[in-house]
T-cell receptor, first 112, second 115 residues
């Protein structure tokens, strides 16, 4: 069974800092990996999707990388802002059953 | 373009009752997924529907069931509610049944409280 781990569980940084969130998964046979943000009590907002054949994706201040062989992905956030405060989740899609496995998330607080 | 919608926003039931949650996918999406997010736990996959059929289910008892309608909207039913069923239930949709580019889009969720 695929297991997805996110480290750290919580992170607090001052505004303007660059930061990295980590996601690791146990089975490298994935179709893709998706990063989401979740605001308290809300649904998930898709940030970036990386296909298994890709190494990275970028959107604005966000950059996500994927290293399938080592079972790792990172989400880089440049010049963090208070509005970035949320829980960030990564999810990997496996072929069988089209199922996504989610990590438990990193709670990010950006201090003004 | 409208996103994934879910109703109701909040639902309060008593133990033993049945709950029905609804989801409308993004127009053109044929796959609908249901997830449970209980307090302190991560997102757990519940069910996947595509083209009107259940394609996969997670490790949940049979009292969790659902269906997908011809217009691709979906319903999640939880029978014989237990206190531990209290959670945020999230619905997601994607464009393709299988394949590598099945990006998921999530709705705002239904908060189910069982008393």
């Amino acid at each position: 069974k695929q297991e997805v781990t996110q480290i750290p569980a919580a992170l607090s940084v001052p505004e303007g800092e660059n930061l990295v969130l980590n996601c690791s998964f146990t089975d490298s046979a994935i179709y893709n990996l998706q990063w989401f943000r979740q605001d308290p009590g809300k649904g998930l907002t898709s940030l970036l999707l990386i296909q298994s054949s890709q190494r990275e994706q970028t959107s604005g201040r966000l950059n996500a990388s994927l290293d399938k062989s080592s079972g790792r992905s990172t989400l880089y956030i440049a010049a963090s802002q208070p509005g970035d405060s949320a829980t960030y989740l990564c999810a990997v899609k496996v072929g069988t059953g089209n199922q996504f496995y989610f990590g438990t998330g990193t709670s990010l607080t950006v201090i003004p | 373009e409208a996103g994934v919608t879910q109703s109701p926003t909040h639902l309060i039931k008593t133990r033993g009752q049945q709950a029905t949650l609804r989801c409308s996918p993004i127009s053109g999406h044929t796959s609908v997924y249901w997830y449970q997010q209980a307090l302190g736990l991560g997102l757990q996959f519940l069910l996947w529907y595509d083209e009107g059929e259940e394609r996969n289910r997670g490790n949940f008892p049979p009292r969790f069931s659902g269906r997908q309608f011809p217009n691709y909207s979906s319903e999640l039913n939880v029978n014989a509610l237990e206190l531990e069923d209290s959670a945020l239930y999230l619905c997601a949709s994607s464009l393709r049944r299988t394949g590598k580019d099945g990006e998921q889009y999530f709705g705002p969720g239904t908060r189910l409280t069982v008393t």
